[in-house]
Each structure stands twice: as C-alpha cells, then as structure tokens.
T-cell receptor, first 114, second 116 residues
C-alpha cells in the first residue's frame, strides 16, 4: 500500500556500521509495526509502537536493535554494529487502531551487510 | 501455539492452468484472522485477503478464490486460469485476538511459477 512509506528501499552497510530504517505511517495512523523477512522465509514480527511508546517488543533481538516513533516524524528502526545475519528485508505497517490491523505493508527496506 | 504450514514449497504450472495453494493453521483461540499475501519478484508485499474466524464464507475476487474450512483448519487459495504475472511467492498468515491482531504468524511461503 503506497500509503505506508519506507525509505530507503535499499541500504548497504559494512559490518560494524549502523543502519537506520524509516517508516512513515499512513495519514492519521498512530500505530506502527515492524517485521523482518530473512532470506527465503516468511515475515516475523519485531515490534509495535504507538506515538512515543513501545507497546510490544517481544520480537526484537535483545541487542543492537532499537525502535522509536517520536511525536513528530517517521518511526525509526535502528540496528547498531550490523552483522551479516542482519541482511534481510524490513517491512512496516500502520493502523489507526490496535484492534484493527490494516494488513497493508510498506514496500520494505532491503538491508545488505557486506 | 500458533502455527501456519504451507507444505508446498514450489509449484510450477503452465499458463491457463488452475492452481491451489494450501494453507493449514493451528490456533487455540476462537477469534483469529487469516491472511494471504503475494510477494512478486520486486519484493513488495501485496495484501490479498483477510478473513476472520467467524466468517466461513468462501470468497471470490476475479480469478482468485479462497476456501476457508474450520473443520480442517485450512484456508486454501485458488488461482483460476493462471497467468505469468501470477508468478510470485505467496504467504498465508494467522493472527489471534482483536488486540494482538497485529502479530501475524507467517507460513514459509509457496513459490508459484507460471510458465508461458
């Protein structure tokens, strides 16, 4: 769904660098969800954020990964000190209500760690 | 525990053939949602359908149809008169409850190749 915007579409980082992925939700949506798709696999839930709050981070790796959704601006998924295993496609989705998941994802950011 | 099984890893058909992609799910919840997505070679995720557990009606949308059977915990997807543009990886997914409906569990996907 073109309404959820992610950038960049492709990101290349060297091992040890930081990666910042951005997700702008659909207009009027205050709930954002991040998913990761490892090569040849289905998507896996990472984190759910509402404006300025992390609501559910049960799928986030314990180290090096963080997410935020500030009052103004896009949601950011940050990966510090990237390793080859972080190479994946990262998708986000948004909704106006938590009990009404819209099911539309952005076009994704493909992270390649070299 | 939740689980989605797409037993068909890869399917190859000739254009205009009908093809059915299988999806079997496991859940202990009575309220749940089932989804199908298409992921073409370009990589984006295209939403196809969401169905809640209380609606067992089959659905048809153009050449696409879905057969939801609670008795067998299956939500199969059929493409009629397949076309080359249908070539993609198709994912079935499940989520439970209203307030955790954002937490989708995806199957491993079925790669469909439609040959001209």
């Amino acid at each position: 769904n073109a309404g959820v915007m992610q950038n960049p579409r492709h990101l290349v980082r060297r091992r040890g660098q930081e990666a910042r992925l951005r997700c702008s939700p659909m207009k009027g949506h205050s709930h954002v969800y991040w998913y990761r798709q490892l090569p040849e696999e289905g998507l896996k839930f990472m984190v759910y954020l509402q404006k300025e709050n992390i609501i559910d981070e049960s799928g986030m790796p314990k180290e090096r990964f963080s997410a935020e959704f500030p009052k103004e601006g896009p949601s950011i998924l940050r990966i510090q000190q990237v390793v080859r295993g972080d190479s994946a496609a990262y998708f986000c989705a948004s909704s106006a209500r938590v009990d009404r998941f819209e099911a539309f994802f952005g076009q994704g950011t493909r992270l390649t760690v070299v | 525990a939740q689980k989605v099984t797409q037993a068909q890893t890869e399917i190859s058909v000739v254009e205009k053939e009908d093809v059915t992609l299988d999806c079997v799910y496991e859940t202990r919840d009575t309220t749940y949602y089932l989804f199908w997505y298409k992921q073409p070679p370009s990589g984006e995720l295209v939403f196809l359908i969401r169905r809640n557990s209380f609606d067992e009606q089959n659905e048809i949308s153009g050449r696409y149809s879905w057969n939801f059977q609670k008795s067998t915990s299956s939500f199969n997807f059929t493409i009629t008169a397949s076309q080359v543009v249908d070539s993609a990886v198709y994912f079935c997914a499940l989520s439970e409850g209203a307030y955790s409906s954002y937490k989708l569990i995806f199957g491993s996907g079925t790669r469909l190749l439609v040959r001209p």
